[in-house]
């Protein structure tokens, strides 16, 4: 299995720096990544032999952090599945998520989710990976999501969460029409009582910000892009659902649909980040999937 290494070259401006400082000023790791892998062999080296954190190194010398564990510690077992791969490198992976397919393994799941796929790729493809998550999708949604494939990838992608170094944009089918052409929903969410996975507006509840604008309107329904400020469960589901046009087959806030379409109608189109090693600006973006387009009528070719 290959495992990820981050190297850096030692000139006169570092001549002379404790490991640790190195480490953390100009790697950028925390210090939950260090105690992963100092007590490792091969966690730590310069010019391949181990060192401490207190090592002082010497000009010309060339530090050397390892980044992937060499045994996986989330649990996830690998386990064949459908997964379709935008975008991959040795330190992120974006992928284009299947409506119905759990992200994460839970109770009654554990070995038919993205998690599970994603590390059967990585067996497949000889990647000492782990699964790592950085946000999440509902079940029922479509589209784009970004996963580490190492603790400091993961640390470094969860520090953009709601900055503008990291965006992500929904578009959904919603049942009626918003009271305007866009806006902000500003109002709270908090959990049903007696109810684990249902979410309601309430004061109590945690701040929650969903801006959207929409794109097409027809015979009762609309189709609306959206933008999170924040990432509460549901939040999208229950904004719209709060101006009284809910998403289109969404059982739990709106009217089930089976006729028209399986799921909530809720696809993540665009995703934008930057690298958690190198910084570059990354964006993607993926199309409606079929089950959401059949929704749309034909002269709303937009975004298909």
């Known amino acids: ?70 045994t996986p510690t989330s649990g996830t077992v690998p386990a064949p599945g459908p997964l379709d791969i935008v975008w991959e490198d040795e330190d992120v992976v974006v992928v284009n998520k299947a409506p119905g397919i759990l992200v994460h393994p839970s109770h009654g799941h554990f070995c038919d989710t993205l998690g599970n796929f994603l590390m059967y790729h990585y067996q497949q493809t000889g990647q000492e990976c782990d699964f790592h998550p950085v946000h999440r999708l509902d079940k029922g949604t479509s589209g784009l999501l970004v996963v580490a494939k190492h603790p400091h990838a993961q640390e470094q992608l969860k520090q953009q969460l709601h900055t503008p170094q990291f965006r ?29 996975t249902a979410r309601r507006v309430c004061p109590q509840g945690q701040p929650a910000r969903t801006h959207y604008q929409v ?10 892009q ?61 199309p409606l999937p079929e089950d959401m387009a059949a929704l749309l009528p034909p002269s709303c070719e937009v975004l298909l």
């Not at 001549?15 to 000023?25: C, D, I, K, S, Y």
């Not at 966690?43 to 992937?68: A, H, K």
């Open 1 to 70: 299995m290959a495992a990820r290494y981050l190297r850096l070259p030692i000139d006169h401006t570092l001549q002379g720096e404790e490991v640790n400082t190195l480490l953390r000023r100009h790697l950028h790791l925390s210090g939950t990544v260090l105690r992963r892998v100092k007590w490792l062999d091969d966690g730590i080296t310069v010019d391949g032999d181990r060192v401490t954190v207190r090592y002082r190194v010497q000009e010309g010398q060339v530090l050397c952090v390892r980044l992937t564990d060499p």
């Open 168 to 196: 992500r944009m929904y578009l959904a089918v919603c049942d009626g029409q918003p009271p305007a052409p866009s806006g902000t929903v500003d109002v709270p969410i908090g959990m049903v009582e007696g109810c684990w």
């Open 215 to 224: 794109l097409s309107t027809w015979e009762g329904r609309s189709l609306v």
């Open 226 to 286: 959206l933008t999170l400020d924040t990432g509460r469960t549901h939040q999208i589901r229950v904004h719209m659902a709060h101006l009284g046009c809910p998403l289109t087959g969404d059982f739990l806030y709106g009217v089930e649909q089976p006729d028209r379409i399986s799921r909530p109608a809720l696809h993540s189109h665009q995703l934008s980040f930057s690298h958690p090693i190198t910084g570059e600006p990354l964006a993607f973006t993926q």
